[in-house]
T-cell receptor, first 114, second 112 residues
Framework: GENVEQHPSTLSVQEGDSAVIKCTYSDSASNYFPWYKQELGKRPQLIIDIRSNVGEKKDQRIAVTLNKTAKHFSLHITETQPEDSAVYFCAASRGNTGFQKLVFGTGTRLLVSP | EADIYQTPRYLVIGTGKKITLECSQTMGHDKMYWYQQDPGMELHLIHYSYGVNSTEKGDLSSESTVSRIRTEHFPLTLESARPSHTSQYLC???????????FGPGTRLTVL
């Protein structure tokens, strides 16, 4: 089955710096890669996702890149702000066919210091 | 407003009690899921459902059971709670054939 590894487990940056979180997956048939943000005491919320037919997707200060050959994808946050502090989870699934089970990474705790 | 609702939000209960965690969604989704998560840690899938009368066990072994009698309702039951069941339980749903999963606010369970 699918296995998703996520690094680093914790990441501390200064406000205004960029942050990068990386994930690798094992199932070459996976084609959907979402990123969730979970603030303390809150539910996980989707912040961006990418499908295997594109290599990069941007939404304001966040972007995700996908390298299907290497089977890894990354979340990039530019101009970080204290409100970006949260735990971020990557995930992978085969999507649109059969059961859409998401396999999650172990999470990255991002701390943005003012 | 379309959303996923979970009750109770917090539950403290003694060992051996039977409990049911409620999950309802007004999203119109056919697929529903239960995850177990210790605060800030990895999400573990414990149950999922394709639709009415369809339930499957997830990746993490769990002593809980689920039912799906109505599309919008996916309750989770623990017949005999133990301290090892102390955790946060998150319900989620998604539409077919889309992939995005929407999460409920969670139930934080403490078993004494």
């Amino acid at each position: 089955g699918e296995n998703v590894e996520q690094h680093p487990s914790t990441l501390s940056v200064q406000e205004g710096d960029s942050a990068v979180i990386k994930c690798t997956y094992s199932d070459s048939a996976s084609n959907y890669f979402p990123w969730y943000k979970q603030e303390l005491g809150k539910r996980p919320q989707l912040i961006i996702d990418i499908r295997s037919n594109v290599g990069e997707k941007k939404d304001q200060r966040i972007a995700v890149t996908l390298n299907k050959t290497a089977k890894h994808f990354s979340l990039h946050i530019t101009e970080t702000q204290p409100e970006d502090s949260a735990v971020y989870f990557c995930a992978a699934s085969r999507g649109n066919t059969g059961f859409q089970k998401l396999v999650f990474g172990t999470g990255t705790r991002l701390l943005v210091s003012p | 407003e379309a959303d996923i609702y979970q009750t109770p939000r917090y539950l403290v209960i003694g060992t051996g009690k039977k409990i049911t965690l409620e999950c309802s969604q007004t999203m119109g989704h056919d697929k529903m899921y239960w995850y177990q998560q210790d605060p800030g840690m990895e999400l573990h899938l414990i149950h999922y459902s394709y639709g009415v009368n369809s339930t499957e066990k997830g990746d993490l072994s769990s002593e809980s059971t689920v039912s799906r009698i109505r599309t919008e309702h996916f309750p989770l039951t623990l017949e005999s709670a133990r301290p090892s069941h102390t955790s946060q339980y998150l319900c989620a749903s998604s539409r077919s054939p889309g992939n995005e999963q929407f999460f409920g606010p969670g139930t934080r369970l403490t078993v004494l």
